[in-house]
């Protein structure tokens, strides 16, 4: 590297870790919360389906995922993850 370039990531530095942990966080799947047991997985993931499937195509957009993803998802029995 030059000297040109050292200096550019250290200006820049603090904003391309923003933007990677931005990414990062859309791209990670989100968990169900902490501390349910094995039953309160399954009706969270039962419950959080059903109502995928209830979306429309602007609601689907909001979060991220078209119709075939939000079906496919939706479709899946609660025991699977």
């Given at each position: 590297?030059?000297?040109?370039?050292?200096?550019?990531l250290?200006?820049?530095?603090?904003?391309?870790?923003?933007?990677?942990?931005?990414?990062?966080?859309?791209?990670?799947?989100?968990?169900?919360?902490?501390?349910?047991?094995?039953?309160?997985?399954?009706?969270?993931?039962?419950?959080?389906?059903?109502?995928?499937?209830?979306?429309?195509?602007d609601?689907?957009?909001?979060?991220?995922?078209?119709?075939?993803q939000?079906?496919?998802?939706?479709?899946?029995?609660?025991?699977?993850?």
């Amino acid at each position: 590297m030059n000297g040109l370039s050292d200096v550019r990531l250290t200006l820049h530095g603090p904003q391309l870790e923003a933007e990677h942990d931005a990414v990062k966080d859309v791209l990670q799947p989100r968990s169900a919360p902490t501390g349910l047991g094995r039953w309160g997985l399954f009706a969270h993931r039962f419950n959080t389906r059903r109502v995928l499937r209830t979306l429309d195509a602007d609601q689907l957009r909001d979060v991220g995922l078209n119709q075939e993803q939000a079906r496919r998802e939706g479709c899946k029995p609660f025991w699977r993850s």
